[in-house]
């Protein structure tokens, strides 16, 4: 145990351990079983000396190629983000701030908060928010886990268009809660609703859906929600907030619990992390949602004041009265967003979904101009559509990275059938110019 990179030296970590009575490291943890150690070195390069370990890591990261034109989405997304927004986040008080549990002297972070559950609230159209939760696949399942408890049901009906990564983080979380989870078939990239009227019944929790789904098509959410209005299952819609620039929000339609990623406001990619899941509930779930809720009140002097509320640290630890295990957040990336929301207001959110839209119109029409691609999905859609190739997309993407451009997602890395489909997403942020040379390149591609 000599790493040159704990702040403990030899003769420090020899007291500490004469003062609980054993000889070495190995022994402290002693109690772990045999059968669970590894009995070999890590697989770890030797230590370097600083400027060389610096030297090393800029020579790996010189490796990624960060200057081609980006069309990947499948959830993490190219938008535009402020510079504004990270001058605040660097600000001390923000990013060194832990858990707000004494509001005395957390004013700021609380209110920070407040206003991030807010604007979510009015985003959604949701009657109450979270303070936010990691990402939004583990959203989804909180949605989930508050739909088992609320209607003490085991089967949740869950979208075939949902993303399929979320989609396994929410088999894992229902691994064991006895949970039934069923998938509803879709046709031509949208959800079958006539087959999901025949799938609910009394044991049905919830229907949960996501629009605009993997595949970039709207779901027929007014159409569910009156489907939903008369069940006793709960309504959960799994939605992208940039498209709620140009969309009625979910809960208008319906929707009980409404989650979603929320990366595309003003959160930079960084090569897939940290994220931001954000959640909204209909007021009677309110004492449902998982994790921290901030709430705004007045001291005995009669000043507005922030505190966290309806839940404790220790309603965590307890865990058979718990109704969930998060009980903590992202604060620093609920920030961003709420900052991202704030400068762009509701008529600039507007502006970034219109833009995204449009340009994502004019991309598919330049790639399904391309002899052999076809467009094999109809329907109304937000700024991500799937293509046919001729070619397979895995080769196609490939031949696309050397032109320098990211041409999107292989679905056939999720759907078996659809080896030559292709998912492509355009923000506000692309060009003309960049679409343009994308198709001219796309053609070259499919040429050889």
């Not at 022994?27 to 590894?38: Q, T, V």
């Not at 979510?120 to 508050?146: F, M, P, R, V, W």
């Not at 679905?411 to 923000?427: E, I, K, M, N, Y």
Request: aromatic share 8%.
């Amino acid at each position: 145990m000599n790493n040159q990179y704990l702040p403990n030296t030899p003769e420090q970590r020899r007291q500490m351990l004469e003062a609980i009575g054993i000889d070495s490291i190995e022994e402290l943890f002693s109690y772990i079983p045999e059968k669970l150690h590894l009995n070999r070195p890590l697989n770890l390069p030797h230590p370097l000396a600083e400027a060389k370990l610096v030297a090393h890591m800029e020579e790996l990261s010189g490796r990624n190629k960060v200057d081609a034109v980006n069309f990947l989405g499948g959830g993490i997304y190219d938008h535009f983000s402020p510079t504004a927004i990270d001058h605040i986040l660097l600000r001390s008080e923000f990013y060194t701030a832990y858990t707000p549990y004494q509001p005395e002297v957390s004013q700021g972070t609380l209110q920070a908060i407040f206003e991030y559950q807010t604007m979510i609230c009015e985003l959604t159209g949701a009657d109450a928010s979270n303070a936010s939760l990691y990402d939004g696949a583990t959203a989804n399942s909180e949605a989930a886990i508050i739909a088992l408890g609320t209607t003490k049901k085991d089967k949740l009906l869950v979208a075939g268009t949902m993303h399929p990564w979320y989609r396994q983080v929410l088999a894992t979380s229902m691994e064991d809660l006895d949970a039934e989870i069923v998938l509803i078939p879709y046709k031509s990239g949208r959800l079958d609703i006539d087959v999901l009227e025949g799938m609910i019944d009394k044991d049905t929790a919830a229907v949960m859906v996501q629009s605009p789904n993997f595949f970039g098509i709207v779901e027929d959410l007014p159409a569910l929600g009156k489907l939903m209005a008369e069940q006793k299952a709960l309504f959960v819609v799994n939605t992208d907030p940039i498209s709620l620039g140009l969309m009625e929000a979910p809960a208008k339609l319906g929707a009980d619990i409404i989650i979603g990623e929320g990366q595309g406001l003003g959160i930079s990619q960084s090569f897939g992390g940290p994220l931001l899941g954000f959640m909204g509930v209909t007021e009677k779930l309110t004492r449902r949602i998982p994790g921290r809720v901030v709430g705004q009140t007045t001291d005995t002097q009669g000043r507005r004041g922030f505190v966290l509320t309806l839940q404790t640290r220790e309603q965590h630890i307890r865990r058979e009265k718990a109704t969930s295990n998060i009980c903590s957040n992202q604060a620093l990336c609920a920030l961003a967003s709420s900052v991202y929301m704030s400068l762009m207001g509701p008529e600039g959110l507007k502006e970034v979904a219109r833009q995204s839209l449009l340009k994502a119109v004019y991309a598919r029409e330049q790639f399904s101009s391309i002899a052999g691609v076809e467009v094999p999905f109809k329907g109304p859609w937000f700024k991500e559509f799937v293509i046919k190739l001729p070619k397979p997309a895995a080769e196609v993407i490939d031949g696309m990275l050397e032109h320098g451009y990211y041409a999107g997602i292989d679905l056939g890395r999720f759907f078996p059938a659809l080896q030559d489909h292709l998912l492509v997403a355009v923000t506000e942020k692309r060009t003309r110019e960049e679409i343009d040379g994308a198709r001219a390149a796309l053609q070259e591609v499919l040429s050889r």
